[in-house]
């Protein structure tokens, strides 16, 4: 039986293997015999002979011609790979023009043949001699080494992109694909030498980010790329459009291209149109997605092209149009990248005005009715009962269910997007627009009816409901009020039967969280969606009574109590399928701002709704001073406070924000504010006078005026200092200061100017709703527009961005005519610096002494210690200019400007590297003789992430300089990142360079690396 079984099992591994496929190998053999070397102990081919080596290219060949599918995993396949490659790689690296040819031409068979899998541990081997080819001065060599790197690229393993890289750098390989581009254009070479190329340098870039900058910053490449004539040229068309995607995937790349864009975004959308190709169309819309990536890229975009881009989004969504059965496959992906871009509504602007005119609204319908063939009877007089019914059946026929998360999402977002006074009438969409408002809300019901439904529930069918809902919250708080009071009447009505027990349900699964009874409960993802469903809820009066009678305030205080103590990060486009794509996660040096829910979607819209309940609610302390409540109000205004200051997300600190509107707290509170807010109580450094009419003064500082309230300043003070304006006088006072007296209206009492400035001090005010009245018309009339909307209670808009405490604006030349002082730092010279404001030739910047003394306990003591020190008109820093201006940078905005960062670091050779981190290293120390704590701690954060990012030659670099500046906490952190180089380091004599006691340091983290590896269970 083991005899037979052994002969069957021959039988099987022999199966397509003829006598002729014997034959060959056996020739394969013999001429790989003539060139097999021992080298250390390795068996290795390599033969200097021409004749020897076109024999065995020619035995390859022959060899790769008779493997099939079915052979192509035998033994005697397997066995001969490695000798092939090896081969194969001696003969390239041989560079012979006798053999480049065919060698290189062997070599695209070889990758094209065997499985990528087979070839994934001879990868590195090949890799070298064909990425050195590339350059090769007859052009088929380096077309066939292109092409075969094509599809070696193409099937890589990520554990090997490290190593593959090394090879791609030390070849030079993309100086070299840049430059055959640049050939292209010049020379006389077939269209297919231009799409390999472009498309292997896509490939490139497209895996490791760090070779961008040198494409993206070579202009003669990007000029070349826009005057390429490729219109009956499709392949070629699709690299080039594929070249530009991965250009647009670096944050500078993509304003780089941008610049001047109009030719690019041209040909981008024309590669849109339908008349294109599939492939073509898809490239399209891929690159236009990466050059919208950020909102600052995709207002560029609509500002060059906007409305001929949103048209042809428009037509892609509209494939959905084609068939009225199920979509051919290409049609489907056309339509899903056309929806994925459309999500750029997710940002106000102009675009949205093309979106309405272009028929956003029927393409959505068609994207989640189809063909219903029922739905003309919406053109009849139904009852609004009718209508649902329809609908219901319509959206229960199942058309494009993959397609309908970016339809509610595009809904929701120009739903939100819509201005109040929106003319929906005008363009002919209030038919469609109410449709596809109850398509929304029954979605959004049927999702709660899911949710409770849990075993059920899929990823998929979570990722809709979460998206259906967030559409009907942006719809019922839409500015625009018909949008808004139509979705809250469908609302209302498709929750008769069953709004109670949702309601119960919402308030049930929040307590069931937050109380730790993880038994039973949902997901993250569905309690975003009960959350975003209470805000909904919420909306309503009649649910919102329901709410607050069943305790959802407390319910809501004690989940967000609960959400402080035990924060969960959430980032919507990770959680969320539809909203995750290659581009995002393969992008880099990313400029956008963060989103507004950011990774705090729990906390957002657990405060949304207790906003919602909050300023409805009569009277609110019954609530708040419950003894069941965690809560009294002083401690929840205190903890909307620290949102406020603390929160880097900007949805959850407008709420908290709007949610202290309820107790008379009004503004922004933060961390600058808190420390410019001391001085409106003090006389140091006033130099204004605003005298009321009843004889009394208040004394303020200009400079704040100048860039807070600029209004309270008299006519020409921004101007000129010497000089009365008019309704101003000037004069000095006991300490020799120029002080100039404003007269203010005799409409303006104390106790509101007081409040008023107090505003432009702190960033926010406590004030009762008699003040807020008289508030109100100064907010106005100052052009306060953010404390206006905060004092009229006025509903955070989405995507709103967060006042800053700003005052760096004061360090232009118009705010150089209130400074009293000069800070001038270790550099004496700068190459073409020359100040706006005085004559002075060292290098200075002119500051303010409340804004320093705010911020640093040390200057204080400096400016107010009566000593010589004190009457100084310039400080000498001991720091860099370089430092010097971040420094300064951080005193008048809180802000510590960000390093180098992405491919513009990888791409800084080790000096410069250096010079950059010693900034940082540098500002730690002052900030630390200068007792500024929170400067201190941000520019040792920066600088730890430069120590864990660094190479050998900066690793040694940095620990020095921490040493010099003695940062021995950072030092110790550079020695611990050296630990597992110590041994080569001290043999290369890379440490000679460094004292006895780093060398000690750095030794001793090896030493405890070592002891804590062989602590380690086995």
């Known amino acids: 039986m083991r005899s037979s079984s052994s002969k069957h099992g021959a039988a099987e591994n022999n199966r397509g293997v003829t006598g002729h496929m014997l034959t060959l190998h056996q ?29 065995v290219i020619r035995s390859i060949d022959a060899f790769l011609d008779c493997i099939s599918t079915e052979t192509s995993q035998h033994p005697l396949v397997k066995d001969s790979v490695e000798d092939m490659v090896g081969a194969l790689e001696s003969i390239l690296e041989f560079k012979s023009e006798s053999t480049m040819g065919v060698a290189s031409s062997v070599a695209v068979k070889m990758v094209n043949i065997l499985p990528s899998l087979m070839l994934q541990s001879h990868v590195l081997d090949l890799l070298h001699p064909l990425a050195s080819l590339l350059s090769y001065r007859e052009l088929p060599v380096a077309l066939s080494c292109a092409i075969a790197l094509n599809t070696v690229l193409s099937n890589i393993s990520t554990k090997i992109e490290r190593e593959v890289w090394q090879i791609l750098k030390e070849t030079k390989a993309v100086g070299c694909l ?38 993206w910053t070579d202009a003669k490449l990007l000029n070349v790329l826009d005057t390429l004539q490729l219109e009956h040229e499709n392949s070629a068309k ?24 109009e030719a690019l975004l041209r040909m981008m959308v024309d590669c849109m149109d339908c008349a294109n190709n599939h492939s073509i169309r898809m490239e399209g819309f891929r690159l236009a997605q990466c050059l919208a990536i950020n909102k600052r890229g995709c207002l560029k975009m609509i500002k060059i092209c906007g409305e001929p881009l949103v048209k042809a989004i428009i037509s892609g969504m509209r494939d959905c149009n084609s068939h009225s059965e199920k979509l051919a496959k290409n049609q489907m992906s056309i339509v899903e990248e056309a929806c994925r871009l459309a999500l750029i509504t997710r940002w ?99 999702s709660i009816l899911m949710a409770r439904q849990i075993s059920q529930s899929s990823p998929t069918n979570t990722a809709v409901s979460e998206s259906a809902s967030r559409a009907v919250l942006m719809m019922v708080y839409s500015p625009c009020k018909y949008i808004a009071s139509e979705a809250r009447f469908l609302l209302l009505e498709i929750l008769k039967s069953n709004g109670k027990d949702y309601t119960e349900y919402l308030l049930e699964t929040l307590n069931a969280r937050s109380s730790g009874n993880k038994f039973g409960i949902p997901g993250n993802l569905q309690i975003v969606i009960c959350l975003m469903s209470l805000a909904c809820y919420s909306s309503l009066p009649k649910y919102r009574k329901l709410i607050i009678k069943r305790q959802g305030i407390r319910t809501l205080l004690t989940f967000i109590n609960w959400w402080l103590s035990n ?64 809560f009294n109000e002083a401690q929840l205004v205190s903890e909307l406070q620290k949102i406020c200051r603390h929160s880097s997300t900007p949805g959850p600190r407008w709420y908290a924000v709007y949610i202290l509107c309820v107790f008379g707290h009004y503004g922004f509170p933060s961390k600058m504010g808190d420390r410019i807010g001391k001085s409106l109580t003090e006389n140091e450094y006033t130099d204004l006078e605003l005298n009321l ?89 100052c052009g306060l527009h953010h404390l206006l909307q905060m004092l009229c209670r006025r509903h955070p808009k989405w995507g709103t961005p967060m006042p800053s405490f700003d005052l760096t604006p004061a360090l232009r030349p118009g705010g150089h005519h209130f400074s009293d002082i000069l800070l001038e730092s270790n550099t004496r010279q700068l190459e073409n610096w020359m100040c706006d404001s005085c004559s002075a030739s060292v290098p200075h910047l002119h500051v303010h002494r409340v804004i320093l003394e705010s911020s640093c306990d040390y200057l204080q003591a400096l400016f107010r210690s009566g000593m010589q020190e004190s009457q100084l008109q310039t400080i000498k820093v001991p720091v860099s200019w370089e430092s010097l201006v971040r420094l300064v940078t951080w005193f008048y905005s809180d802000q510590l400007p960000k390093p180098s960062f992405g ?64 940062q021995w906490k950072l030092a110790e952190v550079a020695a611990n990142h050296m630990a597992p180089l110590y041994h080569s380091l001290r043999n290369s004599g890379e440490l000679d360079a460094l004292d006895d006691n780093l060398i000690e340091m750095v030794r001793y983290a090896s030493v405890r690396l070592s002891q804590e590896g062989s602590r380690l269970p086995s």
Not at 183 to 200: C, D, Q, R, T
Not at 370 to 377: A, L, R, S, T
Not at 773 to 780: G, H, I, S, V, Y
Request: hydrophobic fraction near 40%; charged fraction near 25%.
């Open 27 to 55: 020739r394969l053999y013999h001429a790989f015999n003539l060139g097999f070397r021992s080298c250390n102990n390795r068996r290795k081919w390599h033969c200097s002979d021409i004749e020897i080596q076109r024999l």
């Open 178 to 215: 840049v430059h055959n581009v640049k050939e292209f254009s010049v020379g006389n070479m077939p269209i297919e030498y231009l799409k390999e190329m472009a498309s292997l340098l896509s490939k490139i870039l497209w895996r490791w980010p760090q070779s961008r900058f040198c494409v």
């Open 238 to 261: 699709v690299a080039v459009l594929q070249l530009y995607s991965t250009l647009a995937l670096c944050g500078y790349g993509a304003e780089k291209l941008l610049e001047n864009g």
């Open 348 to 446: 106000a602007g102009d675009h949205h005005i093309y979106f309405w005119k272009a028929g956003v609204d029927r393409v959505l319908l068609d994207l989640l009715l189809g063909n219903y063939d029922k739905i003309h009877q919406l053109q009849q007089k139904l009852s609004v009962k009718e209508q649902i019914v329809v609908v219901r059946e319509g959206l229960n026929t199942n058309f494009y269910l993959s397609l309908r998360p970016y339809a509610w999402d595009i809904l929701g977002w120009i739903a939100t997007n819509c201005a109040e006074d929106f003319n929906y009438e005008a363009l002919g969409n209030e038919h469609h627009l109410k449709i596809l408002i109850m398509c929304a809300c029954l979605a959004f019901v049927d």
């Open 567 to 630: 924060p969960v990060r959430i980032k919507r486009s990770n959680v969320i399928s539809h909203l995750r794509n290659s581009f995002s996660e393969r992008s880099c040096c990313c400029l956008a701002t963060e989103d507004w829910e950011g990774e705090d979607m729990f906390l957002l819209f657990s405060l949304w709704s207790l906003a919602e309940l909050l300023h409805h609610s009569d009277p609110i302390k019954n609530h708040l001073l419950d003894n069941q409540t965690n």
């Open 693 to 781: 009419v009843n004889g009394e003064s208040i004394y303020v500082h200009g400079v704040l005026l100048m860039v807070r309230c600029p209004s309270l300043l008299p006519p020409g003070e921004l101007l000129v200092k010497e000089k009365a304006s008019s309704g101003s006088s000037v004069k000095q006072d006991a300490e020799n200061r120029v002080i100039t007296a404003v007269r203010l209206s005799a409409r303006v009492d104390h106790q509101s100017m007081l409040k008023l400035l107090e505003y432009v001090y702190f960033g926010y005010i406590q004030a009762s709703e008699d003040l807020v009245k008289k508030l109100k018309l100064f907010a106005k009339h």
């Open 903 to 966: 491919c513009l670091w990888d791409n800084l050779d080790a000096d410069e590297k250096l010079l950059e981190v010693q900034l940082y290293i540098e500002l730690c120390w002052l900030a630390e003789f200068w007792f500024i704590k929170d400067l201190r701690e941000e520019c040792y954060r920066v600088s730890v992430s430069y120590c864990l990012d660094s190479s050998r030659y900066l690793s040694v670099k940095i620990i020095q300089t921490a040493a010099n500046f003695a």
